[in-house]
């Protein structure tokens, strides 16, 4: 009888596929790559045209004799890795590694499927095909370049700052744009405005209705002090309030795309409060394969790396049938929606849909753990509302006159609610009801009761989420989805950024590498450059280019980067700080190092004394509350503030960097805020240029 040897990537996907197949096929893991390129050196030869030198990975020797005994007595070898430029490569690496171009015996097939269902591996299997080596270029074109980059600078970053220390191709473009929303953050300096509604009468009616104020005559108005907000009050004194005009109108809400890669992680962010690593985990099981009470394991969703929203015939046609059944046939979409995206969508897998629309997930929740039932529920929800109907609603919109002034009250009502029976994005604002509107027409009388004025102030930019960092770097081309989770786990997991609640900070560390490589390598650090490389290697992966040419233009502008920034360095002697304070176990003057957070104090006796203590770092100023020193201090997570040395004592604390001028207007401290100075008070609002020396 034949005997034939699937490979997958997953110990998890085997159980899954194995059941699809006769006893004729034996499935095993690879356990992700077997070769990479070495640890201990660049492995890259590049006098000899960028060849790449690569090596079994340690531990999997055992892994790769027991697929070559397996290999030896199968007469086929279908090549089952994921279906990607990595699934492509881990498939080429195994043929090197288990030498099966040598054996002319044997027939090495190339299967790949989007979902780990009996109906699409049986057709995988059906359609065999050859490794497509213009992905495997792609993937080993991504590999030279990343290594590269993170093994000519990342020694810099240890001889400047501290070991250990990382720069990679998109990490660090990642982090310069955290960095520059901090900056931006910083120095943003709030502008007064002020909103004004009106509560009003109608008569016949006991509860009043609240306008607000959206221009004067046919002009928008923007009113910024209190001052002008008077004049205002004062021109309407003894104004008659009428109805200029009641509009009712229908507003249509689309029914949302399919989940991408980049969608789920940003939806599972707002709704499930999942970081992007966690996101991804939980998929990955559920597209593996779970254990479903009466189904044995099933794959219950479909590949999870994909920037597509394209939806297969036969889902398409399973969701039509489904959907009518459950919701009926007013509920169903006409027509499939398109992403609409100026970045580059590679199509070849279709959007994240559950594998079954049958398998509703309230169904087979017991079979599930929590954290993977609310996921799957969330792709569920999400695939079958993008086949419904779009919601309709009923609008009303009443313009009141005062005078000049035109005040406006809207509400909208759901007259259809379409896909929203299925599912509701996290973020959707709650829709504006107001009874009062029902009754209200042209000739309804009104008076006014009161005006209600509001002070504001314009808020910053928000910080940045793993949610909003992953959609600018979709939104400017950078990374693909199988980059997103671990470039932003490096980041973190590097210190260079910290999380607290869901905001992202930067770090004193991310700070200082962030400055070393804007200085030293502005193109790594260039969004447009980073972009434009990721469309090149789509160019490789689409077969256009070939993946050296990318190497041989890439490599002599950043080798000569690194040869003056090497030269910079030399003129820096890079030496422990010596400080002035004692370490209170051996004598010896503490010095100042580089830690997993920024610097420290630390004896320089180690090991045989291993005291350390926090270090704060004098700003030269004085606390505004007691006149001792304001210091540079660090949240537990690393997010960096100014307090006084004197704390608990003193509880002064500042987000924004002090000075030691006092407010002219106010006499309350103030920050640097970019190249001004700014007083702490947003209602003072006074601010100034900072002088050069600052």
């Known amino acids: ?176 744009i955290v960095c520059d929303r901090e900056e931006e953050i910083n120095a943003f300096i709030p502008t007064e405005y002020w909103n004004l509604e009106a509560d009003i009468a109608i008569e016949g009616e006991k509860k009043p209705l609240t306008a607000k104020l959206v221009g004067k005559n046919d002009e928008k108005i923007t009113i910024s ?5 008077d004049q205002v009050l004062k021109e309407m004194e003894g104004k008659k309030v009428e109805i200029l005009s009641v509009k009712k ?67 398409q046609a399973a969701a039509k049938t489904f959907i009518e059944k459950n919701y009926g046939s007013q509920y169903l979409a006409s027509g499939e929606q398109k992403k609409k995206s100026s970045v580059k969508v590679q199509d070849a897998h279709e959007a994240i849909r559950p594998s079954d629309i049958n398998r509703v997930p309230s169904e087979i929740k017991e079979s599930l753990t929590r954290d993977q039932f609310r996921l799957y529920q969330l792709i569920w929800k999400r695939f079958t509302a993008c086949r419904m109907a779009n919601a309709k ?126 200085e030293s390598f502005p193109v790594i650090v260039n969004d447009k450059f980073t972009a434009n490389m990721e469309s090149l290697l789509d160019s490789v992966a689409e077969g256009k280019l070939c993946w050296k040419t990318v190497i041989e233009n890439f490599y002599p502008d950043l080798e000569k980067a690194v040869e003056v920034a090497e030269e910079q360095l030399e003129k820096v002697t890079i030496e422990d700080e010596v400080t002035d304070v004692i370490c209170d176990k051996c004598g010896r003057n503490m010095v100042i190092k580089y830690g997993p957070h920024g610097k420290f104090l630390a004896c320089p006796g180690f090991p045989e004394c291993r005291n350390t203590k926090t270090y704060f770092e004098k700003i030269g100023v004085a606390c505004p509350k007691c006149g001792k020193d304001v210091v540079i201090k660090k949240t537990r997570k690393g997010r960096k503030y100014y307090g006084c040395i004197d704390n608990p004592e003193c509880d002064f604390m500042s987000w924004g960097r002090p000075v030691n001028e006092k407010c002219p207007k106010c006499g309350g401290y103030m920050v640097v805020k970019g190249n001004k100075i700014a007083c702490q008070n947003e209602q003072c609002g006074f601010v100034k240029e900072k002088p050069k020396e600052e």
Do not use: C
Request: hydrophobic share 35%; charged share 30%; net charge positive.
């Open 393 to 518: 609603y009923e609008t009303t919109t009443v313009t009141i006159g005062i005078g000049e002034y035109r005040f406006r009250v809207s509400a909208s009502k759901v007259a259809f609610d379409g896909f929203m029976m299925a599912y509701v994005e996290a973020d959707t604002e709650k829709e504006k009801s107001n009874v009062l509107l029902k009754t209200i027409d042209e000739d309804s009388k009104l008076s006014l009761i009161e005006f209600n004025p509001t002070q504001h102030f314009t808020q910053p930019p928000a910080h940045y989420t793993e949610a909003s960092l992953v959609k600018t770097l979709e939104e400017l081309g950078i990374g693909r989805p199988s980059t997103y989770s671990p470039t932003i786990t490096t980041i973190i997991a590097r210190h260079y950024i910290t999380k607290e609640q869901k905001n992202l900070y930067v770090t004193e560390i991310g700070e200082v590498v962030n400055s070393i490589m804007k």
């Open 225 to 229: 002090s209190k001052d002008e907000m």
């Open 249 to 315: 109108g229908e507003r249509t809400k689309k029914a949302p795309l399919p989940f991408t890669t980049s969608t789920l992680q940003q939806e599972a962010s707002k709704a499930l409060n999942f970081p992007i690593s966690k996101t991804m985990r939980i998929a990955q099981q559920l597209y593996e394969g779970v254990d479903v009470k009466g189904q044995g394991t099933v794959g219950l969703i479909t590949y999870l790396r994909t920037d597509s929203t394209r939806i297969s015939d036969e889902a």
């Open 1 to 176: 009888m034949a005997k034939y040897l699937v490979i997958v990537e997953s110990p998890a996907k085997v159980k899954t596929i194995k059941k699809f197949l006769g006893k004729n096929y034996e499935v095993m893991a690879s356990n992700g790559h077997v070769r990479d390129l070495p640890k201990s050196q660049l492995g890259i030869d590049v006098e000899n045209n960028f060849e790449p030198k690569y090596i079994t990975i340690r531990g999997k020797g055992e892994i790769l004799a027991k697929l070559r005994k397996e290999a030896k007595k199968a007469t086929k070898i279908y090549l089952a890795t994921d279906p990607d430029r990595e699934g492509e490569a881990i498939s080429w690496h195994l043929t090197k590694a288990l030498k099966l171009e040598e054996n002319a015996d044997k027939q090495v097939y190339r299967i790949s499927f989007n979902e780990i269902t009996k109906t699409a591996v049986k057709e995988a299997f059906k359609n065999p095909r050859e490794i497509d080596t213009d992905l495997v270029d792609a993937q080993q074109a991504r590999r030279e370049l990343d290594r590269i980059v993170g093994y000519r600078i990342s020694p810099l970053l240890w001889a400047k700052v501290k070991r250990g220390l990382s720069a990679g191709r998109v990490q660090s473009v990642a982090l310069r």
